[in-house]
């Protein structure tokens, strides 16, 4: 594809080029994987945010051609695409957010954990950048194994003597987003007005919702909290294995059909996009907010923390001009979560532990 920014030089459009060195009123984001399942839509709903005024795509394909589509788009960001290793730099320098869901997701019958040997030289090679680039930006990890990604990237800034807590947070908020809206799914409310914290980590019994403090305040039978325990901790696997179904009904009609490869293909193993593209804007555009200085801007994030004595942990955080400004205690447990939250921290410090020495070695 022809390289538009050079496209642009030679007709003259520098008030664009302006704009988009300026961009003054408004925010700088840059979007590391930007080509993927998730970095697709996230960027399109970036680009349709009006706190954003620069919007940098990077990723190690297709990222110019992914750009040029989204740079059609009628809003007011600029959109500048930044393609593999050798670009990586000049896509990272000036941002103030960094959000990266760059890596492999899972495939049916793989756990979060199983991504750690491809996915953690990925943030860590990510990271080093950052350190160099733009170290003071707010850095929202998204690729997997979170648990394990988010000390790995604080291990990185700490290595190069620039972590900053409050900066470097793990997105949980998928987690959050699928128990507002199963729990409303089963109380008969609206998921807007629905607020479940959701705190520890994200893979497993770690997710750990708290649904005794549900807002507006809910009883459920234990029954329910069964359920909505567990359709919340496996809600990703729900995303997987449903195209697992899928990929076992394609392969038999396959040997069938002269269309099944085509459906078989359109299947393709893979893991939730859409439902965290808009979590991950929804906690991105909370983040732009925090930093343009909006008071009590809260959520759920996994960040370092001293809620347990664990150094990171998932619980409610707010938000601000810095990045996390303050971290929430847990609040009152009833026996269910008390028990909960063991079988958590248990595996958290595994997998916190695996992503430190990741580093450290
Ligand atoms: P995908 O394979 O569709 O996209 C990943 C993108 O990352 C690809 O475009 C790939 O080219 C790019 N990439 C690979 N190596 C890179 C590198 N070194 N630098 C920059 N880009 C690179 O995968 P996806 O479905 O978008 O998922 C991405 C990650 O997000 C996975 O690890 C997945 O498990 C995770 N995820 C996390 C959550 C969460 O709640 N935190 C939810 C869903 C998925
Ligand atoms: C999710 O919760 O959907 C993601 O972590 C992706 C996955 O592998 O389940």
Known sequence: PPNLQM?????????????????????????????GGIGQPLAMLMKMNPLVSLLHL?????????????????????VRGFLGQQQLEDALIGMDLVIIPAGVPRKPGMTRDDLFNINAGIVKTLCEAIVKCCPKAIVNIISNPVNSTV???????????????????????????????????????????????VVGGHAGVTI?????????????????????????QNGGTEVVECHSIAMVLCSSIMFESAF???LQAKAGAGSATLSMAYAAVKFADACLRALRGDAAVVHCAYVASEVTELPFFASKVRLGRNGVEEIYPLGPLNEYERAGLEKAKKELAGSIQKGVSFVKK
């Open 58 to 78: 990077y990723d190690v394909v297709n990222a110019h051609g992914v750009t040029a589509d989204i740079s059609h788009m009628d809003t007011s960001a600029v």
């Open 260 to 262: 099944g490869c085509i």
């Open 7 to 35: 496209v642009e030089e030679d007709l003259g459009l520098e008030r664009v080029n302006c704009r988009a060195k300026g961009a003054s009123s408004g925010f700088k984001v840059a979007i590391l994987g930007a080509a």
């Open 151 to 197: 000390p790995i990237a604080a291990e990185v800034f700490k290595k190069a003597g620039v972590f900053d807590p409050k900066r470097v947070l793990g997105v949980t908020m998928l987690d959050v987003v699928r128990a507002n809206t199963f729990v409303a799914e089963i109380m008969g409310l609206d998921p807007r007005e629905v607020d479940v914290p």
């Open 208 to 232: 750990l919702p708290l649904l005794s403090q549900v807002k507006p305040s809910c009883s459920f039978t234990q029954k329910e909290i069964d359920y909505l325990t567990d359709r919340i």
